[in-house]
């Protein structure tokens, strides 16, 4: 049984139009920023020094706000655009050249920024907001303490109001509590959005944002700010990570970011969200921009790797062949055709996954209703994708360094710089692990409030036989995703192009994950100690968030397939579709047989099918990265030249 018919070749025109709809709604952002970076400034040049690298990495980033292209999220009023979705997309496109760039550019429009707009008010807004857009007002995001990484809610650092000065002291209270891995700290951020625990009237109201001053006017750090440099780092050196600590330091009372809690004059906390752990998820929720914006750099990183190694593996030619003449191309050998073509098949999943990610981000937050119920699927979803994306982006570039041999060592072809430049990007905006346990948990809580306090065991059984159905109607068009379940055929007989066959798969394997995590979770109810039951359980919860997060990109493949308007464009998107699937039903073949749901007979049959979808596609494996649009600039490098 072969994969499926002989895919059409690509020509430029179905290219073009690929590209198109891979560029979607935000299109002309991403031609604005292709056109900008055929500008020399924004060229990657490896082997700078940190201060050269710091250096170019600055004068980049003023020369983007000097184009307009920072201000894209800020409000109209303060010399934005306005338009969330367009200020990542913007920043996605940052990706495919020299991350320092994008990194600082996060931190500075995204992290810092972000913390200003979403967790400010007016006062903060009409102070701050145009000259940060501007980029005259350089700040940092002073989050992460040593000693606490990614529990935020334990964090040392303490904001203590003294209601005779009308003031705020912000201490460092130990060397733990010290800030970490701060991008802008070590040479140019002036002033810090600063997460420290309130304590007013001698009460803590947990993590609160406070805008401290580290730096004057001229660059010196101010009294009660202690400034050390990070120093080099595996990647990205062009962002000057630094730490902070801060003794005593007092900041005016109007410089708590105040929209979701206020202290008067006299000391009297006040809030709308007296519930004090969702009152800290509402604050983090606002800043979810920035998981998104990191999955969305990763992936523009992996579309650089692939189409330099693609393009090199269609030209270097290796080895003679019996019965033909002069060395085979690298790209016609079935190993090369395995590393290359099934990570491109997965890119093109992330990247709809992204883009349908960046849509519901834009629309729930234009709207601006903090109680809207797609905010918390969001955030789960927005976790996952972020970690497949992360974790994609360091496997694939690994191979695409591999699959250009010694040539790819050498960081003057860009490959190299790539892989130091994003290894960071798996702990970053949330380590993987800790994001992926967040997206089982939402898997099994999210329908607790409909429903009072069930017990553990009663709110899983009920998330296990529901979420799947529920979230699907969220993901991609019900109707499209119904009619191929119904025309699913069987596991024993189905076409290996039957789509609904796949999803049927991916759904099945989800679903049985959660179950089993369900019935294991039930010895919590009774158990003298509840965490060594979930402690034992966090590989199963780790699989079933990765099996939730294989079936939100194969559906989102689903979707971005059903929506492109172009016929000989939807026929490569198909192909590619199926081998996503495939390669990775191949790869969990063994938990499909364990499970009883593929008889073994079958999966015998799968590396053969996975071969011949490799062997279709590769003829047009250059064009599929084409379509990718990664500017010239960023891939223009000796081994391609």
Known sequence: MTAAHPVAPLNEETVHRLRQHLDGRWGHVRESARKLSERELFRPVPGLSIAEHRARTLAQLLSLCDEGMTGYGFPEAYGGGGDIGASITAFDMLGMGDLSLLVKTGVQFGLFGGAVLHLGTEIHHQRYLADIAAGRLLGCFAMTEHGHGSDVACLGTTATYDPVTEEFVVLTPDDEARKEYIGNAAQDGRIAAVFAQLVSAGQSHGVHCFLVPIRDEGGQPLPGIRIADCGPKAGLNGVDNGQLWFDAVRIPRQNLLNRYAQVDADGTYRTEIENSTKRFFTMLGTLIQGRISVAGAAISATKSALTIATRYADTRTQFSAPGRDGEVVLLDYLVHQRKLLPTIAKSYALHFAQSALVE??????????????????????????????????????????????????????????????????????????????????????????????????????????????????????????????????????????????????????????????????????????????????????????????????????????????????????????????????????????????????????????????????????????????????????????
Not at 407 to 436: H, I, Q, W
Not at 464 to 471: E, I, L, R, T, Y
């Open 360 to 641: 519901t981000l834009h629309e729930v937050f234009t709207a601006g209703d903090p109680d809207d119920p797609r905010r918390r699927e969001l955030e789960a979803r927005a976790a996952g994708v972020k970690a497949s994306a992360t974790w994609h982006a360091t496997a694939a570039i690994q191979i695409c360094r591999e699959a250009c041999g010694g040539a790819g060592y050498l960081s003057e072809n860009r490959l190299p710089d790539l892989k130091a430049d994003t290894d960071v990007f798996t702990t970053f905006e949330g380590d993987n692990t800790v994001l992926l346990q967040l997206v089982a948990k939402e898997l099994l809580t999210s329908y607790r409030d409909h429903f009072g306090e069930l017990d553990v065991l009663g709110t899983v059984k009920f998330v296990a036989n529901q979420a799947v159905g529920n979230v699907l109607e969220r993901t991609a068009a019900r109707s499209v995703i119904q009619r191929l379940l119904d025309a699913a055929g069987r596991d024993d007989d189905a076409e290996w192009t039957d789509r609904g066959w796949h999803i049927s798969l991916f759904d099945f394997r989800e679903k049985h994950l959660l179950d089993g995590l369900a019935r294991r979770l039930r010895k919590a109810a009774g158990a003298p100690d509840p965490f060594a039951v979930f402690n034992q359980c966090q590989d199963h919860l780790l699989a079933t968030a990765r099996a939730h997060v294989d079936r939100i990109l194969l559906e989102a493949f689903v979707a971005g397939i059903d929506s492109c308007p172009d016929p000989a464009a939807k026929e490569q998107l198909e192909r590619l579709c199926d081998l996503f699937v495939l390669s990775t039903v191949e790869a969990e073949r063994a938990w499909f047989i364990e499970h009883g749901r593929l008889p073994a007979a079958r999966t015998k049959m799968l590396p053969g099918v996975v071969n011949d979808l490799c062997g279709q596609l590769r003829p047009n494996a250059v064009g599929l990265v084409n379509a990718f649009g990664v500017p010239d600039i960023a891939v223009d490098v000796p081994l391609l030249r």
